[in-house]
């Protein structure tokens, strides 16, 4: 089945820098790649997506970047804020039953 | 609209206790699927339901049985409760088709003793 690796596991960063949490997945016939944040005690939230037809994909603050020949996903927070933190979750999905493999999460640390 | 409803948020069992966990969404979504969340784990997935009337089994199935009672509702039975179950079990939903996000209920923290 498939396999998803993600780094790192925390990351701490000051208020207006740049974070980047990467992934790997093993299957190479996964083509929808989503990432989730999640705040302590809540429900995951998706934030972002991504399908192999693209190599990039931006929404303000967030983009997500694709490489399929490598098998590796990247998300990019610019500007960070506090309100960014949180554990953010890759996943990768092969389409028909949409069943996602996620990864391992990544808590993001942004300080004052 | 409420999205996914999940029924009860908390729940505190003894071993070998039996106990069903709800879900409902509102979103006329075909697709629905139970995860468990353990700490450093990520989310996995114990079953999915693609379609009414359809159930497959996921990545950590044992020890739990699901049903689709209608297009509305998939359910998520422990038969006998045991400590390695201790869990948050996520409820979640997604339209029909390839590649459509999942949306996630808040979520049952499930204690057994």
């Known amino acids: 089945g498939e396999n998803v690796e993600q780094h790192p596991s925390t990351l701490s960063v000051q208020e207006g820098d740049s974070a980047v949490i990467k992934c790997t997945y093993s299957?190479?016939?996964?083509?929808?790649f989503p990432w989730y944040k999640q705040e302590l005690g809540k429900r995951p939230q998706l934030i972002i997506d991504?399908?192999?037809?693209?190599g990039e994909k931006k929404d303000q603050r967030i983009a997500v970047t694709l490489n399929k020949t490598a098998k590796h996903f990247s998300l990019h927070i610019t500007e960070t804020q506090p309100e960014d933190s949180a554990v953010y979750f890759c996943a990768a999905g092969t389409g028909g039953g949409n069943k996602l493999t996620f990864g391992t999460g990544t808590q993001l640390k942004v300080e004052l | 609209n409420a999205g996914v409803t999940q029924t009860p948020k908390f729940q505190v069992l003894k071993t070998g206790q039996s106990m069903t966990l709800q879900c409902a969404q509102d979103m006329n979504h075909n697709s629905m699927y139970w995860y468990r969340q353990d700490p450093g784990m990520g989310l996995r997935l114990i079953y999915y339901?693609?379609?009414?009337?359809?159930?497959d089994k996921g990545e950590v199935p044992n020890g739990y049985n699901v049903s689709r009672l209608n297009k509305r509702e998939f359910s998520l039975r422990l038969e006998s409760a045991a400590p390695s179950q201790t869990s948050v079990y996520f409820c979640?939903?997604?339209?029909?088709?390839?590649?459509?996000?999942?949306?996630f209920g808040d979520g049952t923290r499930l204690s057994i003793l």
């Open positions: 991504i399908r192999s037809n693209v």
């Open positions: 299957d190479s016939a996964s083509n929808y």
């Open positions: 979640a939903s997604s339209a029909q088709g390839g590649n459509q996000p999942q949306h």
């Open positions: 339901s693609a379609s009414e009337g359809t159930t």
